[in-house]
């Protein structure tokens, strides 16, 4: 019989598994909403779908570069335990093969992506939710391209706690563009420099500056020098060419890279979970930690 589009709706409402499994599940049992039902519960991908309301916020952040292309990608799990589960990091590694060498242009376009093994990459990672039993989610990825003459600096902090892909623009000096990532780990700049930070940012903060200065009671006369020497300190927080190098703090990062005869084109910083709502302990980990307190 013909599969619907309402059809493929409605058992993707009752499993929450993806459209193209969905589909697939109705052809193999001839539209039987029953009996595609069990279909995808036996391939696991219905188990996969039941956590979708659990929070994934643990996981790993890895690079892949090949030649003058580079990958940085977050997988999520659900905890910390599973991340460093050997499944879970054969699917981050796999997830970076294809990313790098299909080049999708969003996570949507990824996830509907199909890999060397024939399967999308959703049936992909519900395959391993399956075997791994937690809720599992390719949160974000970036693809970065150089040329010859430039080099890629790729830091994992904490076995992938923390990803940082650096591009350093006319040098190659590979060792030089990982020091920066690891700079980049540790203080987290916003900018590469100050022309990328907006005239409204930059207005916003010296408003607040000068009303700092002029609520500590500091004459309105020397308020504007007081907050363009603030402002100094402002982009020495947020641009990392203006920061002190974590490696010799007498030299700003900028001043470093130049002296390697190259400029920092862009940093990609990934920090598993930034944004995440985390899960609240539950009571028997509140118990524990009164216990130990």
């Not at 892909?165 to 203080?187: N, P, Q, Y």
């Not at 907006?198 to 009303?211: G, M």
């Amino acid at each position: 019989m013909a599969i619907t589009a309402q059809m493929v709706k409605e058992l993707r409402e009752k499993t929450g598994a993806g459209m193209m499994d969905c589909k697939k599940a109705l052809q193999e049992v001839d539209g039987d909403m029953e009996k595609a039902i069990d279909f995808l519960r036996e391939k696991g991908i219905a188990k996969a779908a039941k956590k979708g309301d659990r929070i994934a916020a643990e996981g790993l952040a890895t690079i892949k570069v090949d030649g003058n292309e580079a990958v940085i990608l977050e997988v999520n799990s659900e905890t910390d335990f599973v991340a460093k589960n050997e499944g879970f990091q054969t699917l981050v590694q796999e997830l970076a093969d294809h990313l790098l060498s299909t080049k999708p242009a969003s996570i949507e376009e990824a996830v509907a992506g199909t890999m060397s093994n024939g399967a999308t990459v959703e049936t992909h990672i519900n395959s391993a939710i399956a075997k791994i039993g937690e809720k599992l989610t390719l949160r974000r990825f970036e693809i970065k391209t150089k040329t010859d003459n430039d080099a890629f600096g790729a830091y994992l902090h904490m076995g992938g706690r923390i990803g940082v892909l650096t591009v350093l623009e006319g040098t190659t000096d590979e060792e030089a563009a990982k020091d920066v990532s690891m700079h980049i780990a540790a203080l987290n700049p916003k900018y590469v420099s100050r022309d990328e930070v907006s005239a409204e940012e930059v207005e916003r903060e010296r408003q607040v500056l000068k009303q700092q200065a002029l609520n500590e009671g500091k004459p309105e006369k020397i308020v504007e020098k007081m907050v363009e020497g603030r402002l100094s300190k402002y982009f020495e927080d947020v641009c990392v060419n203006d920061q002190a190098f974590v490696k010799n703090p007498d030299e700003k990062v900028g001043k470093f890279v130049a002296s390697k005869g190259g400029k920092i084109r862009e940093f990609v910083r990934f920090e598993v979970g930034e944004g995440i709502e985390k899960r609240e302990d539950n009571f028997a980990e509140e118990v524990m930690n009164q216990v130990k307190k």
